[in-house]
């Protein structure tokens, strides 16, 4: 019974971390949530939008990268892994957003310490299990790892990508997103995009989860419209991207698979959307959640395509021995042999093309070294490798990076020349250079 009680414990702490996100107030917040006249947002000149994307700023945000561990001295394992990371305003944007800035460093500080609090419960729990059953026991195992959807002057969108395993209980995964008016730094409701949460919304995203390659079957025929008319509009997850607005769905939401994701496209249902976020920069950078389906278009049609990375973890070893990407145009497939610590993948929308950008993080301790590999996301579906280099995004500690959100503009140290904060751009082969 106490390990029940502990699990849940760990699982109601990930909740709590992307919880903070929706509950907390936003700067200047009186009390009673409303504004104090003397803290209301002023508009900013410079990022007013009148459907110029060339307007729009791209921002830069950082990283930062957690690790701890639990060990025994008498056994040749972990008992228990936690990894997480947080997100933060990069020092010039947070000058020129400092209510943005405030609500990221919160968010931050909240979540590493529901993370240090379940490390505790987990280290605990992790103890008891194997002095009872040594043999058959798991590393348990917690991640959390916040992505950066889209970044600009007008919205922040996060994605929050938690992930926790105890042993033979069984695991759990959740997608939660989260996004801000970058001016003032209150969180975005979905009506505040989504002109109207109806049955054209419900339908459109209906579309987009059969269109690919779910072939399954919904609770019902009315399934996907019965989620938006009964769910609470706080408990739809949802993030803004720079193509559309995407909906990310929990096993059992709408069917007994597993977790689903759909992007309704701007460019496909204009009708849907209010106009502001839908003017966005023509190149731009989106970190993506292993295992999980992205949709951009690569054929220059105006359907979408899939694309998905996933990576083979050894838990023994603690590094990756494989990654894959995969694209629905075709079914195509690419699968190659690695031994990396973690991946962090990237799909990068350049002026001259599509790519992905894979970094291979070698080391998990100091500097963490990193090594970049490009693949060429093709309009056929296939995927190329164009070349690997040894970059990495731009370090400000031994822990923390600059997030790469500019292909135009990109911050990165390059171990080659011993270089860093060094610029690159994207060329048409994708690879950055100077």
């Not at 917040?29 to 307007?55: F, L, R």
């Not at 919160?106 to 729990?125: R, V």
């Not at 003032?184 to 339908?203: F, P, T």
Request: charged letters at 25%; aromatic letters at 12%.
């Amino acid at each position: 019974m106490k390990k029940i009680i502990c699990l849940l414990l760990c699982v109601g702490l990930l909740l709590c971390i992307t919880a903070c996100q929706k509950k907390g107030e936003a700067p200047g917040e009186t009390e009673s949530g409303t504004v104090a006249e003397d803290q209301v947002p002023t508009e900013d000149p410079e990022t007013k939008q009148d459907g110029d994307t060339a307007e729009i700023k791209l921002l830069t945000l950082e990283k930062a990268l957690y690790a701890n561990f639990e060990w025994v001295d008498d056994y040749n394992g972990t008992l228990v892994r936690s990894e997480y990371s947080c997100v933060t305003l990069g020092q010039e944007d947070a000058d020129t957003y400092p209510e943005m800035a405030q609500v990221l460093r919160q968010i931050a500080a909240a979540q590493e310490n529901a993370m240090l609090d379940e490390f505790s419960i987990l280290a605990t729990t992790a103890r008891e299990e194997f002095a009872a059953n040594r043999d058959g026991f798991e590393t348990y195992t917690s991640l959390l790892n916040v992505q950066v959807r889209r970044a600009d002057s007008v919205v922040v969108s996060l994605l929050s990508d938690s992930y926790l395993y105890c042993g033979g209980v069984g695991n759990y995964r959740a997608l939660h997103g989260s996004n801000y008016d970058p001016q003032s730094g209150k969180i975005l409701e979905l009506k505040d995009v989504v002109k109207e949460i109806n049955g054209d919304l419900a339908l459109a995203v209906q579309e987009e989860l059969t269109g690919h390659i779910w072939t399954g079957e919904f609770y019902s025929e009315s399934a996907v419209e019965d989620y938006f008319a009964s769910m609470p509009d706080d408990g739809i997850s949802w993030t803004v991207d720079y193509i559309g607005v995407t909906f990310y769905f929990a096993p059992g939401d709408l069917c007994d698979e597993g977790a689903m994701t759909a992007t309704v496209s701007f460019a496909e249902h204009p009708e849907l959307f209010n106009e502001k976020y839908m003017t966005a920069p023509t190149a731009y950078t989106v970190e993506l959640p292993q295992d999980i389906s992205f949709f951009t278009q690569l054929d220059g049609d105006s359907a979408l395509e899939e694309i998905a990375v996933s990576g083979l973890y050894d838990a023994q070893r603690n590094n990756y021995t494989s990654y894959g990407i995969y694209t629905d145009t075709d079914g195509q497939y690419y699968e190659a042999e690695c031994y990396t610590h973690a991946l962090h993948p990237y799909y990068v929308k350049a002026a001259e093309g599509h790519y992905l950008y894979l970094f291979c993080e070698d080391l998990e301790e100091e500097w963490r070294q990193m090594r970049l590999m490009v693949f060429s996301l093709n309009e056929d579906g296939s995927v190329t490798k164009s070349g690997e280099m040894n970059l990495s995004p731009s370090w400000r500690t031994y822990n923390q990076f600059v997030v790469p959100t500019d292909p135009g503009n990109l911050i990165l140290d390059d171990a080659d020349n011993d270089i860093q904060n060094a610029l690159f751009v994207v060329g048409s082969n994708g690879l950055p250079g100077k």
